[in-house]
């Protein structure tokens, strides 16, 4: 019995990484297809950016006679409104999903819970990686002047990718607690759009008392604004109002330490209690 054991071949398990990749791909094919049934989702975030960018951004300019440079400074703070307001935003799916879409169903599969998660993830990275190109892609037109460097792209990627995953982590997380879409709608700008102001998007944040100077230097916003702002513009001034250091790349390193650090911890309590939800 030995040897018949030993000559039959032996089944290789797929990998628990391997087994999810399927499923995966299956529910981030689903949210395209209903994200793509209706694409005022991706160019309603957009507006707000773009009129700070193309309008507001020029006459503040023009009003407070500042120079060429304030244009980018506001160019690249819109995208600490874009990518916060876009990533709540696309909880509001989750909600539609879990009243009147498939959520129940998606649940009852044989796959783990932080699929859904996952899968929702990446549809709400990739549209919104869309519009800040679409955003850039304005503000170049606008001939608005960006100082990009190979390593500034990363720096810039690395800020605007942690901060979306941040962002959705708070959005999952809201989503699975608010009982309806209205209640979560009120609560978007208060997470999505105060920050904003806080974070050294219009100005810097050594301009605001310094109590409020203290919050800002807490939110990942900041970190994530004065890291695009040091890949897209080489400017350090917004890392060294935080950390006063002599070394643009080891504040840039400290401040993406923060941006990661938000969005693992996020990511982890979304998944949690989305789980938690479902079971109730």
Known sequence: MSAIANEMPRVRRPSPVAANLAPL?????????????TPRELVVPLLTPVLFALVIAPALKKALHTSASYESFVAVGTMGLLIPLNMMLSGLGVIVDRESGAQ???????????????????VALATTALQVGVLIAFAVLRRIHFHVTG???????????L?????YGVAE????????????????PAIGIVPWFLAGSLFPIGAMPLVLG??????????????MRYGLLNDSSGLHAIWKMGSPTAMAALSLA????????????SIRVFTRSALQ
């Open 104 to 122: 129940r169903e998606l649940l009852a599969a044989p796959i783990a819970r932080s699929l859904l998660v996952l899968g929702n993830l990446i």
């Open 173 to 188: 997380t809201l989503a699975s607690r608010v009982p309806r879409a209205e209640e979560y709608v009120g609560r978007v």
């Open 258 to 269: 923060v941006v990661a650090a938000f969005a693992a911890l996020l990511t982890t309590v």
């Open 163 to 167: 901060l979306a995953i941040a962002m």
């Open 151 to 161: 390593t500034g792209v990363l720096w810039f990627v690395g800020a605007a990718l």
């Open 214 to 227: 203290w919050i800002a230097k807490v939110l990942p916003l900041t970190h994530a604004l004065a890291l």
């Open 25 to 37: 791909a299956t529910l981030v094919a689903r949210r395209f297809a209903l994200t793509a049934r």
